[in-house]
């Protein structure tokens, strides 16, 4: 069988974009001073493909580490063994893909887990 598209994938898995686009900008963290509407529209406005990504990305960490912070905290343990704030506190702002790819270098995540 051929791999499906993203649009196929969003069709079959979640029924439309619309629906996908809820769940992954209840997975983000919206900026301070976005309004909710405006931080959900420009969400829906991204490509299926990322919007997948966004959402596979969310699972990874939830059932790998629990959180975002914990990712953060086992990235900075594996890269510093005392232990860096300054480190801890640069990237947290990260994205979450950007923050498993540092993962992946780290050895934290398999390259396999990653799709």
Do not use: C, W
């Not at 406005?45 to 939830?62: D, F, G």
């Amino acid at each position: 069988m051929a791999k499906q598209s993203p649009l196929q994938r969003v069709k079959a898995e979640f029924g439309s974009k619309a629906e996908l686009a809820k769940k992954v900008a209840a997975l983000l963290d919206r900026p301070e001073g976005e309004e909710a509407a405006a931080f959900e529209k420009r969400v829906s406005n991204l490509s299926n493909t990322k919007l997948l990504r966004l959402l596979e990305a969310n699972k990874l960490v939830q059932s790998k580490f629990g959180s975002k912070d914990k990712l953060v905290d086992a990235i900075v343990r594996a890269r510093f063994s005392g232990g860096n704030v300054d480190y801890g506190k640069k990237i947290s702002g990260f994205t979450l893909p950007k923050l498993l790819d540092l993962a992946r270098q780290h050895d934290l995540v398999r390259p396999s887990e990653l799709r």
